[in-house]
């Protein structure tokens, strides 16, 4: 484990790549990465939440974070009220903002497709299964969810957009949020690399990741 506790949240529209991000900054810097997705299936599968939202989420958050009490968390807050509902639980150190243009986020999420059960996703264009419409892992077939369909993307990147906006001005005012740019998660990294070693020692060289 890293040699210092750090409270990080990858912020980011739907498709611009914070699973991966997050998964690198666990890998290279010793830090536990926690999914809200990924989470709220496993923990709250059959609760009270908004269909296909984070309603839910403030009730659980003492669990979210006895679950990973330090580490990198991807894809929540996405509210102001939840903003506010992870203030009483801990205080960040810094938020990593991916910027990406609305095409690129288009065309990933059109071509994305996911293992239902375990939430593992696919890329038809750059991280394809191995047998065409199966998960590597298990075989069992995948789907694609409504919201990944291209008639329903622009209205998920508006309402994103319009949630998020106050998120990223609450950051950006306590001088933790860190904005990064691009179309490609490869050409991002390295600058998001760069600020965590600033923050704390790497157990992996940017190479080795």
Known sequence: MASKLLRAVVLGP????????????????????LSSGQFLRENLRGG??????????????PL?????????????????GQAEALDRICELD????????FETLKDRLSARWVHPASGRVYNMDFN?????????LTGEPLVQSQDDR??????????????AKPVIELYKSRGILHS?????????????YTLLSSKIPPVLSDEEN
């Open 14 to 33: 739907p498709g611009s790549g914070k699973g991966t991000v997050c998964e690198r900054i666990a890998r290279s810097f010793g830090l536990q990465h």
């Open 48 to 61: 009270g939440g908004e269909p296909g939202g984070f309603g839910s989420i403030p009730a659980s958050l």
């Open 64 to 80: 979210l974070m006895d679950a990973c009490p330090c580490g990198a968390h991807t894809g929540f807050p996405r509210t102001l």
């Open 94 to 101: 810094l938020v990593i903002s991916l910027n990406i243009p």
């Open 128 to 136: 394809p299964p191995q047998v065409q419409g199966v998960d590597d």
């Open 150 to 163: 291209p008639e329903a993307v622009a209205a998920r990147l508006r309402k994103y957009k319009d949630a």
């Open 180 to 192: 990064f740019s691009g179309t490609e998660t490869n050409k991002i990294w390295p600058y998001v």
